[in-house]
């Protein structure tokens, strides 16, 4: 379970280091990965096999929808199959760099079966919007009833 947030930089060529603890778990099944773009202005980076079905539900989507046709087009037209390099570094395509507005400080955050990837600037704003979607008082979607 990946689980964390951890402050990386990219180099000059657009690669993060994943740090060590991560590498053997996102290497398994034949270090087989996939990073995406998502509509919060951030990455998903998932091994393949954990990809696999959530890609598969996705594309099975209704086309004509244009709420799902879009949601499609960003999550799995963004897909790209990746592996890490013999240091251990994911190289992150320009274009996928440019939609999470990725500089040279970004943060990979752990989120049970995948990793989010941010930008610096997007990730120190999250407390805030987390903040204000609890001070309505009503939990959000899929959060009632959990204390911590």
């Known amino acids: ?68 046709a879009a949601l499609k087009r960003v999550l799995v037209g963004n897909a790209r199959d990746e592996q890490l390099d013999g240091a251990g570094r994911l190289l992150i395509a320009p274009e996928l760099r440019s939609h999470a507005a990725l500089e040279k400080q970004i943060w990979m955050v752990g989120m049970g079966t995948h990793f989010e990837i941010w930008s610096d600037a997007d990730w120190q704003g999250l407390p805030e919007l987390a903040a204000a979607a609890l001070a309505g008082g009503e939990s959000p979607p899929g959060f009632e009833g959990i204390s911590l």
């Open 1 to 68: 379970m990946f689980q964390g947030a951890i402050a990386l930089s990219l180099d000059a060529k657009g690669r993060m280091a994943v740090p060590a603890r991560h590498r053997d778990a996102l290497a398994a099944e034949g270090g087989r990965l996939v990073l995406t773009a998502h509509p919060h202005r951030c990455l998903l980076l998932y091994p393949e096999p954990a990809w696999a079905p959530i890609r598969d539900r996705i594309l099975a989507a209704p086309s004509f929808d244009p709420r799902s």
